[in-house]
């Protein structure tokens, strides 16, 4: 089902099949859209599978530098490839945000607790992931940041939520990834451990993308924080 008004973000859903306790907003990679991950939810083989409702936001169009101008969905701009984390359009991260905040109040209104909210993201939706929930006001059950980096962390400290100092977070990185280098992702990885978060870093041999092995990783994760 997709959801749509003047200040929400478009959504795909995938609805629980029985009581709803649980919610997982999946946030999609530069140029993709909401139904980029929308498969995997049965391959998931979740335990809470059935109390479960998936939320996969499509990212607004905008005009995207590294691809000289053309319009695309996107999280932020990317301004150079070879500098994730240090030329940065910080203003549309933050106005993304804005966005997905928005999404995880909703379903608070709706009668899920936060602490029952699970954030995922691949590549941009991974950084919007943890630039996110790191710096929600309530505790989230999780994060989940995959073939990822954070080109926020510097800011992080000061704008912490003390709710999340201990939220769990999942991220994983394939080794021979030519989009997002492995080192950029560790470093983000790092900085997070630094800070003394709860934080579980896994590797695959695979480039810009999911493996098999990852999504039992995953499941094993969400299993794990959704009881």
Known sequence: MTQQNALALETVEIAATSTHKYSVIWLHGLGADGHDFENIVPELHLTQS???????????VQKITINNGAQMRAWYDILRLDNLEREVDVAGIERSAQQINQLIQK???????AKNILLVGFSQGGVLALHTGLRFNQQLAGIVALSAYLPTLDSLPNQRAQANNHTPIFMAHGIIDSIVAIETGKAAFDGLKALGYDIHWHDYLMEHSLCVE?????????????K
């Open 50 to 60: 059935p109390h479960i409702k998936f939320i996969f936001p499509h990212a607004p």
């Open 107 to 113: 379903e608070i209104d709706s009668g899920i607790a």
């Open 214 to 226: 990852e999504i039992e990783h995953i499941a094993t994760f969400v299993n794990t924080v959704f």
